[in-house]
C-alpha cells in the first residue's frame, strides 16, 4: 500500500484531529464554567458542554488490552517522595478502601454518570509516600503500549488535581471486578477532569516538580482537561 493510502496510526490520527480543532478555535478553554442540568455535588451542571450521556461505556484504548494478572501487577510510586514504594495487588487491597459515586466524562464528548467505584484514594497513596514541598505535578504511566511507536501510554495533571477526594485507583465499579477492556484490574478515575487524565492499566505515579506532557498532551491534547471549560485541546 502507497503511502498516501495506509491507514495512520490513531495517535496520529488523534493529533491531526485535535490540532485541526484547536487551530479553529474549538474545545479551547473557555471563560467560564458551562453545562446543563442541576448542579452536581461539585455546584457545576450535571453534563458538561458538549457532551451526551450514554447508557453504555464505549471503550477507547491505543488498540492493544493488556491483561494484567493480578499475581503480577505493580504499582510504582516515585520522583519526589519521601518514601517511593512499589504495592503489590495483595498489599494495595490492604489500604483503606472507598467507595464513591461519580461521573465520568470522555473528550470524545460522551459522559456516563452515577457510576459506583471502589478503590483506594490517590490521596491515601501521598499520604503513605508524602510528597517533597517542590512537588507539583503527576505523572502516571500504563501497561498499555503504542503499537505504532512502542511509547507506553502516560499522561499528567498537577498534584493538585489529583488530590482531590474523588480521585481513585478503582479496582470494582458497580459492585465487579474492573473489566479489562476499561483499565482492569486497577485504573485511575479523575470525574473532574476529562476521563483520559485517570490512566488505564496504571502501573507508575511520579511526581515532579515541572509537567511532563503525556501521550495525549504531546499531540494536542490540553494539560488541564477541565470539562465545564469544554478544555479538550492545547492552542497552538
Known amino acids: 500500500m502507497s503511502d498516501d493510502k495506509r491507514v495512520r496510526p490513531l495517535p496520529e490520527r488523534k493529533e491531526s484531529f485535535a490540532r485541526k480543532q484547536a487551530g479553529l478555535g474549538r474545545g ?67 489500604l483503606p478502601q472507598t467507595d464513591d459515586v461519580s ?61 482531590e477526594p474523588d480521585v481513585l485507583l478503582v479496582h470494582t465499579v458497580d459492585g465487579a471486578p474492573l473489566p479489562a477492556e476499561h483499565g482492569g484490574p486497577c485504573r485511575m478515575i479523575t470525574p473532574r477532569l476529562y476521563a483520559w487524565k485517570g490512566a488505564k492499566w496504571i502501573r507508575r505515579i511520579t511526581l515532579t516538580e515541572e509537567s511532563h506532557a503525556g501521550c495525549w498532551e504531546r499531540r494536542g491534547y490540553s494539560h488541564t482537561a477541565y470539562p465545564w471549560y469544554e478544555d479538550r485541546y492545547n492552542r497552538g
Not at 118 to 146: I, K, N, S
Open 103 to 163: 461521573d465520568f466524562h470522555c473528550v470524545t464528548t460522551w459522559s456516563r454518570m452515577d457510576l459506583a467505584w471502589r478503590g483506594v484514594r490517590f490521596r491515601d497513596l501521598m499520604a503513605r509516600v508524602v510528597p517533597r514541598p517542590e512537588a507539583a505535578h503527576v505523572l502516571t504511566t500504563g501497561y498499555d503500549v503504542d503499537p505504532s511507536s512502542g511509547e507506553a501510554y502516560t499522561t499528567n495533571l498537577s498534584l493538585e488535581d489529583a488530590m
Open 28 to 94: 479551547i478553554f473557555a471563560g467560564e464554567p458551562r453545562g446543563s442540568g442541576p448542579p452536581n455535588r461539585h455546584g457545576m451542571p450535571k453534563l458538561p458542554p458538549g457532551q451526551r450521556q450514554v447508557s453504555n461505556w464505549p471503550v477507547l484504548d491505543l488498540g492493544v488490552v493488556p491483561r494484567v494478572d493480578r499475581a503480577e501487577w505493580r504499582l510504582e510510586i516515585d520522583g519526589l517522595v519521601e518514601h517511593p514504594t512499589a504495592l503489590g495487588w495483595d498489599e494495595f487491597l490492604s
